[in-house]
């Protein structure tokens, strides 16, 4: 166990909905990374959030949006979904900002897109 | 931006044997690699990470090491056991603090 919650575990909806991912970090952690990880695209960064503010960005599309809480917990909102948005959603999280820290993985919110 | 290459895409040991992983990177600026094991339904965990300041990096039955020059660095697995079964991915750092994950390499280790 990494210490990193995320809810639900499992989550399916229909197309065109929004859903809202929930991650809580390690006690002691400031930094949340968001990653998707699809078959045919691997593990694929999404967002970086450190103490609130927003840290980096990768190939997160215009959708999706995240943010992160005065009690560090992170958010990963994605909404008008496509078929193509199914997959293994995880979030990480690390001490410190930069992504030199080891990042400890969740253990994934599965979303299927019908 | 950042490419990871990541091969072979699945390799099969006998089990005592050694298991060798490449990733090549694009982007001469990354100056961090880290690879992560994923086992089967479960979350990726660190395993071994390396600084571009360093060579060679070596973690009991583990190692990694980088060519800076080439642009690629390689994961070491010896006298693998059953349970070094699992997807491994390499990484690199890229600008704008981003790990840029290769597309994994399956291991399965015969007993």
């Known amino acids: 166990d990494s210490g990193v919650t995320q809810t639900p575990k499992h989550l399916i909806t229909a197309t065109g909905q929004r859903v809202t991912l929930r991650c809580s970090p390690r006690s002691g952690d400031l930094s949340v990374y968001w990653y998707q990880q699809s078959l045919d695209q691997g593990l694929q960064f999404l967002i970086q959030y450190y103490n609130g503010e927003e840290r980096a960005k990768g190939n997160i599309l215009e959708r999706f949006s995240a943010q992160q809480f005065p009690d560090l917990h992170s958010e990963l909102n994605l909404s008008s979904l496509e078929l193509g948005d199914s997959a293994l959603y995880f979030c990480a999280s690390s001490v410190g900002q930069t992504s030199y820290n080891e990042q400890f993985f969740g253990p994934g919110t599965r979303l299927t897109v019908l | 931006g950042e490419n990871v290459e990541q091969h072979p895409s699945t390799l099969s040991v006998q089990e005592g044997d050694s298991a060798v992983i490449k990733c090549t990177y694009s982007?001469?600026?990354?100056?961090?690699f880290p690879w992560y094991k994923q086992e089967l339904g479960k979350r990726p965990q660190l395993i071994i990470d390396i600084r571009s300041n360093v060579g060679e990096k070596k973690d009991q039955r583990i190692a990694v090491t980088l060519n800076k020059t080439a642009k690629h660095f390689s994961l070491h697995i010896t006298e693998t056991q059953p349970e070094d079964s699992a997807v491994y991915f390499c990484?690199?750092?890229?600008?704008?603090?981003?790990?840029?994950f290769g597309a994994g390499t399956i291991l399965r280790v015969k007993s």
């Open positions: 990484a690199a750092r890229s600008d704008g603090n981003k790990l840029v």
């Open positions: 982007d001469s600026a990354s100056n961090y």
